[in-house]
């Protein structure tokens, strides 16, 4: 099948600084694609290069196939960093106007902007103005604005910055469903929590590069022989200097760890029991976290 969205050997330079450094990705048809990094990466520079706001220095961005259209756009969900929205009109004043500038018909958007409010839990809002309505509630009408129009490929900068809990299962769910429609989604993100409970595919990027890139499970399995859980009393602080480990993470009081290439689980574990009195020692699958430390640390 052809993917909805591929990037090659893309760049962007603001005068010595380069923003995004050849970077390369395909994101798969029917997948949710996570583009992550921390602030500064490249990864909004990515997106906006994507979506043809910004012109890359070199490189090509593709759509469905074939170098990038302007009428593919109409094919597009974009959802960008900037919240915008009309804060005078009503909430379905705006979603009619952001479906009408996408080609759809106004007899045709109304029932079905009645359907997505009641979906994201706004229909008591309809007829409100947008500045009455708080932020997370403001991202929900964006959302169903970017989704109106039904597009085969979500581009998302930062979907889930500022919203709480409740509404970031609501996203999640809503780009779930997207996904078994047979459609893509790529989101950058920050947050490596949620990008790997909902992706098929990532794009770890640092410093205008990409540092990994491929199919999630197939990373960890990857990876994950060395990637270990340790629940212990004592001195956890001497773990870091073990020539053995790479990598420690502590989450909840427990101990995520990661051994280096040459080292052994039963050998690290007869070194720590001379400092440590250990209740659990075993091998588990990593967290995306730690393949996002150690990938930057070896590109360094």
Not at 135 to 143: C, H, P, S, Y
Not at 196 to 212: A, E, F, P, T, Y
Not at 248 to 253: A, E, H, M
Request: with cysteine; aromatic share 6%.
């Amino acid at each position: 099948m052809t993917p909805p969205l591929e990037l090659r050997d893309v760049r962007k330079s603001y005068g010595d600084f380069v923003a995004v450094d050849g970077v390369s990705l395909t994101v798969p048809p029917g997948s949710i694609c996570g583009f992550l990094g921390p602030n500064g990466a490249g990864k909004t520079t990515a997106v906006r290069m994507i979506m043809d706001i910004i012109a890359p220095d070199a490189g090509e961005v593709r759509f469905f196939g074939h170098p990038r259209k302007s009428e593919d756009l109409r094919r597009v969900g974009y959802l960008p960093e900037e919240r915008g929205l009309y804060r005078k009109m009503t909430v379905t004043e705006q979603l009619v106007f952001l479906g009408e500038i996408r080609g759809l018909k106004k007899k045709d958007l109304v029932p079905r902007i009645e359907r997505w409010l009641e979906r994201v839990d706004l229909t008591a809002w309809a007829k409100r103005k947008v500045e009455e309505l708080s932020k997370g509630m403001q991202q929900k009408v964006q959302l169903v604005g970017t989704v109106l129009h039904e597009p085969e490929l979500l581009i998302l900068d930062e979907p889930f910055s500022g919203l709480d809990p409740i509404n970031q299962e609501l996203f999640r769910d809503l780009l779930v469903e997207h996904r078994r429609q047979g459609r893509s989604v790529i989101f950058s993100t920050h947050g490596m929590d949620l990008a790997q409970r909902m992706c098929d595919h990532i794009c770890l990027i640092n410093r205008g590069s990409i540092v990994l890139e491929g199919e999630l499970q197939e990373i960890k399995r990857r990876v994950g022989g060395n990637s270990y859980r340790l629940m212990a009393e004592g001195d956890l602080d001497r773990l870091r200097d073990m020539p053995e480990i790479d990598q420690v993470l502590v989450q909840d009081g427990v101990v995520k760890l990661m051994l280096r290439p040459d080292a052994t689980g039963p050998e690290t574990l007869r070194r720590m029991v001379q400092f440590l009195n250990v209740h659990e020692f075993r091998s588990e699958e990593p967290e995306l976290e730690q393949i996002f430390i150690k990938a930057v640390r070896d590109a360094a």
